[in-house]
């Protein structure tokens, strides 16, 4: 392949950058040239190193990342440079792989311990979270990591000031479209996750926050969730293309005014 590139937000935090360490989620696409390669290419089932005894040499795969770029501000949540808003509670739709915003909106709660950033109280993310999750039935991304921050959105933190996770939960699922046929998305398998990503029902049994829908977002949906909301708000849309133009139609009909809502390409 010629030099390709992709831009990935990491799944993993500053502070592990800073240590060496980056976790990125990549979906594999059934017959994508890039995504495919780079599957083969990094499954340690695939290839043996250089110089093994059984006469097979394969040159390791280098992927070289860039310096993380900024796409979120927070914590007034926009694309922009910080314009002085700070949110009294927060709403998150996302959907596909849109899901990876989420791990970093919330590491903004706690940014000294969990990115190793001194960041001033009014600059953290101390206000109510929820989130609609939108996606596939056997594409539940995220699933064992949501549900802990379910937990901690009904913990009490130490301080008793401090709101740690998700305040509500939202899951919408529905059928995988028909191309799909019926083939087991290569990254189940590597991460050995089909059944949790799959029985979400079992997972999500026991989250008093957590609700599932076997529905896409409509309307109804958006209405109940914007009336949760306190005081101002900002909504934040990540997922594919088609999935952010549905949200900002929405919101467009249940009377939300654009500057406060943040659309970002998944």
């Known amino acids: 392949l010629p030099w390709v590139e992709r831009d990935y937000t990491p799944i993993s935090s500053a502070l592990e950058w800073e240590r060496g360490r980056c976790a990125i989620l990549i979906k594999i696409y059934d017959g994508s040239v890039l995504t495919s390669w780079l599957h083969d290419k990094t499954n340690p089932a695939s290839f043996v190193r250089s110089g093994s005894n059984n006469g097979v040499e394969h040159t390791n795969t280098r992927i070289w990342l860039s310096k993380p770029i900024k796409t979120l501000t927070v914590p007034s949540l926009i694309a922009d440079d910080d314009d002085g808003f700070r949110p009294d509670s927060v709403l998150l739709l996302l959907a596909g792989t849109g899901i990876v915003a989420l791990p970093q909106i919330l ?21 109510p979270i929820d989130l609609i999750h939108s996606c596939h039935e056997d594409d539940v991304l ?16 130490p301080s008793r000031k ?46 008093p926050n957590a609700s599932i829908h076997s529905s896409r977002l409509n309307k109804n949906i958006i209405t109940e969730a914007i009336e949760r909301l306190e005081g101002r708000f900002r909504i934040v849309v990540s997922g594919p293309d088609s999935y952010n133009n549905a949200a900002r139609g929405i919101l467009e009909e249940c009377g939300v005014d654009s500057k406060f809502v943040t659309i970002l390409s998944a």
Do not use: F, W
């Open 142 to 157: 995220l699933l064992q990591e949501i549900k802990q921050y379910c937990v901690e959105g009904v913990s009490p933190h």
């Open 162 to 207: 401090r709101l740690r996770g998700l305040r509500n939960y939202t899951l919408l699922v529905t059928r995988p479209g028909s191309n799909s046929n019926g083939v087991q998305p290569p990254y189940q398998q590597v991460l050995n996750d089909d059944h949790e990503a799959i029985n979400y029902h079992a997972t999500l049994k026991d989250v």
């Open 107 to 127: 590491a903004h709660r706690e940014p000294y311990r969990l990115l190793g950033i001194p960041t001033p109280k009014y600059k953290q993310m101390n206000c």
